[in-house]
């Protein structure tokens, strides 16, 4: 697969990267039951296929996700670039408490590396800036634990343009995380052309729009969700906004058709397509899962198709 530097590190990573938040299985913010094999398999297919790093977050399933991370990747002699996160806690009662306090995320470090099974963590990210006055000391004391060498670089997820301006005056950051999608293009306006003014990578998340771009998402499917599925409730799977994005589906199987791909592919390459966007986070439950988006890290949309697209 294509490979592409991260912004202003030394990374080199493939168009797509495995997302690990579905393999967290059954927590508040979870996509319902997932079979732990199922994930292991789902991880060592992927790369089998040439993807070299995965993202995942201690707060998914809380500390599930990544503790089935380190057992898929234990095994393999060429391992993956490992990208995660830091800012939540929980309690024995699971319940969930962002923090960013210097301690705390010195703490969670260690925590990944125990259950990644790794010495090191290649993209180390504040997960969300919350709470928002806090997010400077744990940046510093990410700087501190790159220079101890437990981390190798540091990223930001979900955050503003003011917020980052104020962490580069600390250290610099190499990798931004937001949401893109055809159904969420909020990150164009201002955070798009600040990473690229500032050589900061863009590893961009639900690019499928949390599955509902796949063209395999119906209102059939979204009705019969289990309440154990974050989505259920999600504005974008409801209405009003339901109609419209499922017509944006339409036009995505329609341009599928031209490229002999999926219209999930078609939306993946549709997000890669913007230069600042180095990466897209697309998650998968299943070695099939895999396949079927695979191309979306090659595929060329023309102007015509992008325009349509886009028009919709």
């Not at 159904?183 to 003014?197: A, G, M, S, T």
């Not at 509902?212 to 799977?237: E, P």
């Not at 890669?272 to 979306?296: C, K």
Request: hydrophobic share 40%; charged share 20%.
């Amino acid at each position: 697969m294509e490979l592409a530097r991260l912004g202003n590190s030394e990374l080199e990573i493939t168009r797509i990267g495995l997302g690990a938040w579905a393999m967290g299985g059954l927590w508040q913010w979870g996509w319902g039951a997932q079979q732990d094999q199922d994930s292991i398999d789902t991880i060592q297919h992927a790369f089998s296929l040439g993807i070299n790093w995965i993202d995942t977050a201690p707060v998914y399933g809380l500390g599930h996700s990544e503790k089935i991370v380190g057992k898929a990747i234990k095994g393999l002699s060429n391992k993956p670039l490992i990208f995660s996160k830091c800012g939540f806690n929980w309690d024995q009662q699971q319940n969930i408490q962002p923090c960013l306090k210097a301690a705390s995320i010195k703490q969670e470090v260690e925590d990944s590396l125990k259950r990644l099974q790794v010495e090191t963590i290649d993209l180390y990210q504040i997960h969300w800036p919350n709470p928002a006055e806090d997010i400077e000391e744990a940046w510093q004391a990410m700087a501190e634990l790159q220079q101890q060498g437990k981390i190798r670089y540091l990223g930001v997820s979900n955050h503003s343009l003011e917020q980052m301006e104020a962490l580069q005056n600390i250290a610099p950051i190499h990798a931004m995380q937001p949401p893109y999608s055809l159904i969420n293009r909020d990150c164009e306006e201002q955070l798009l052309p600040y990473c690229q003014q500032n050589n900061t990578g863009v590893i961009c998340y639900s690019p499928m729009g949390s599955g509902l771009l796949t063209g395999k998402m119906t209102r059939q499917r979204i009705a019969a969700m289990g309440d154990d599925d974050w989505r259920k409730n999600a504005d974008d799977f409801n209405e009003p906004k339901l109609s419209h994005n499922l017509k944006i589906v339409e036009a995505l199987s329609q341009v599928a058709v031209k490229y002999q791909v999926s219209a999930a592919e078609v939306a993946i390459a549709w997000a890669l397509n913007h230069p600042a966007i180095t990466g897209a986070i697309v998650g998968m439950r299943s070695p099939e899962q895999a396949d079927g988006v695979i191309r979306g890290a090659s595929v060329q949309l023309d102007t015509y198709d992008i325009a349509l697209l886009e028009s919709v």
